[in-house]
């Protein structure tokens, strides 16, 4: 499932003003709690960063980290990931590591986390091998 997006400048500012920032190397995500019932994501990725090529990177590798680890039914939470200037030189599993550090510092459920929890559902039963005959 692909996110929603924060859009307009004024969501992102809100989400800067109001927001609680958690800051790493690669990363910083801002998250503010909201009344509404959709988790909504923005990426940004500053001049800084480097030419468009670089910034268009980060946000790519950015959003297979987010797509991996969150949760979307968690509702009700606008984040937003800034790109630092590191994150475009990292692969997507070392990001994708950075962001599921990030939700724990935030305490926002990981999704991946979860899912590796669950113990299979049904255990299929083992095989009997048949003897190799050797002719």
Request: charged fraction near 30%.
């Amino acid at each position: 499932m692909r996110y929603r997006p924060i859009r307009r400048n004024s969501e992102f500012g809100r989400v800067y003003a109001r927001g609680k920032s958690y800051v790493n190397p690669a990363l910083v995500l801002y998250v503010l709690k909201t009344r509404g019932r959709n988790t909504r994501v923005g990426l940004t990725a500053t001049k800084k960063i480097g030419h468009a090529v670089q910034r268009n990177r980060a946000r790519r590798v950015m959003k297979a980290a987010i797509d991996e680890h969150l949760d979307y039914n968690i509702g009700g939470y606008d984040l937003i990931f800034v790109a630092r200037g590191m994150t475009p030189k990292l692969k997507s599993w070392q990001l994708s590591s950075v962001v599921a550090k990030l939700f724990a510092q935030a305490g926002l459920p990981d999704k991946a986390k979860r899912l590796d929890a669950k113990p299979p559902a049904t255990v299929p039963p083992a095989r009997k091998q048949k003897p190799e005959s050797r002719a």
